[in-house]
């Protein structure tokens, strides 16, 4: 009988030490959040949680790859949905795990669905990190592409990081040619043409090279900085759209009952070079950059 007893004071314990240190992290994110960034909030959580499945299974095989059983705090830079977030939570029980986000959206629906004693969400921008020092491992996915100053933001990483701490990121380096000519196709229509002042036509371009100077000037030691091209595969025209629809930077100008349609036509463009196969999928050969680095525990 005692034994079960304290058992249970031993999990209520762990419970509230756990919630009162993650509230003490995000109280930490009192510092300045870009309010331009944080007001074209153009996310929709339930569309990316339904339509990412790409962007979960880089973080999945990455994360598969390497283990932080070690790990007192975790953090997850651009956290989003907040399911691979929730996912190094379970994984990692006795881990203090903090997801942070620009999106209130995405940080409100992370919170919502994703609840564990050790798993806290946080607005914050990855350009403007508050922390020094504080975490073992700071994680990030599909992120770091989308920032203005992408190489602010690993060196934000670093100063986050405890000596010895681990950063773990995987992001696309090199926009789609074809799909950026298929969006620029349909944008300059002029029935598309009046809503977009900036198009957004994903031909951002980072070489592994200047990835590999950003992680030096940080002051990273790089395990790994490796680009990796895939077939990335989609089980339907609706789904690879979907996709597109959740992750566009400009789907806020678009009026709600034409978003469907301008991405349709995308997509449509898209396929005329690449159609579809015999069983209906799509096929969107794309990449990204793997990294694993470590900060030093002393500056050489």
């Known amino acids: 009988m005692n034994n079960n007893w304290n058992s249970i004071i031993l999990v209520l314990l762990q419970c509230l030490v756990f919630n009162i240190s993650i509230w003490a992290a995000a109280t930490d994110m009192a510092a300045p959040v870009d309010m331009a960034a944080r007001a074209d909030d153009f996310w929709d959580p339930p569309l990316y949680d339904k339509s990412c499945d790409m962007q979960r299974r880089w973080a999945q095989s990455l994360l598969g790859e390497y283990h932080f059983h070690l790990a007192e705090r975790i953090l997850d830079v651009g956290s989003g949905d907040g399911l691979?977030?929730?996912?190094?939570?379970?994984?990692?029980?006795?881990?203090?795990?903090?997801?942070?986000?620009?999106?209130?959206?995405?940080?409100?629906?992370?919170?919502?669905?994703?609840?564990?004693?050790?798993?806290?969400?946080?607005?914050?921008?990855?350009?403007?990190?508050?922390?020094?020092?504080?975490?073992?491992?700071?994680?990030?996915?599909?992120?770091?592409?989308?920032?203005?100053?992408?190489?602010?933001?690993?060196?934000?990483?670093?100063?986050?990081?405890?000596?010895?701490?681990?950063?773990?990121?995987?992001?696309?380096?090199?926009?789609?040619?074809?799909?950026?000519?298929?969006?620029?196709?349909?944008?300059?229509?002029?029935?598309?043409q009046k809503y977009f002042s900036t198009p957004d036509r994903k031909a951002y371009a980072f070489s592994e090279e200047a990835i590999r100077e950003w992680l030096d000037a940080a002051g990273f030691l790089h395990v790994k900085a490796d680009t990796k091209w895939a077939d990335e595969i989609y089980e339907s025209e609706e789904k690879f759209r979907d996709n597109l629809r959740a992750t566009f930077n400009q789907r806020g100008v678009l009026p709600k009952?034409?978003?469907?349609?301008?991405?349709?036509?995308?997509?449509?463009?898209?396929?005329?070079?690449?159609?579809?196969?015999?069983?209906?999928?799509?096929?969107?050969?794309?990449?990204?950059?793997?990294?694993?680095?470590?900060?030093?525990?002393?500056?050489?």
């Open 84 to 192: 691979i977030t929730a996912g190094i939570a379970k994984k990692y029980p006795m881990a203090e795990v903090v997801g942070l986000d620009l999106s209130p959206k995405m940080v409100a629906y992370a919170s919502r669905t994703h609840k564990a004693a050790n798993l806290k969400f946080v607005e914050g921008d990855a350009q403007a990190l508050p922390f020094v020092h504080k975490f073992d491992v700071v994680t990030s996915f599909s992120t770091i592409h989308r920032l203005k100053e992408p190489e602010k933001a690993i060196k934000q990483i670093y100063r986050a990081l405890k000596p010895g701490g681990k950063f773990v990121a995987a992001f696309p380096v090199l926009g789609s040619a074809i799909m950026s000519e298929a969006i620029a196709a349909v944008d300059t229509r002029p029935e598309w």
């Open 257 to 300: 009952d034409k978003e469907q349609e301008f991405f349709s036509e995308v997509v449509k463009v898209y396929l005329r070079k690449f159609p579809k196969d015999e069983k209906g999928q799509v096929h969107f050969y794309f990449n990204r950059i793997e990294i694993v680095a470590v900060k030093p525990l002393a500056r050489l």
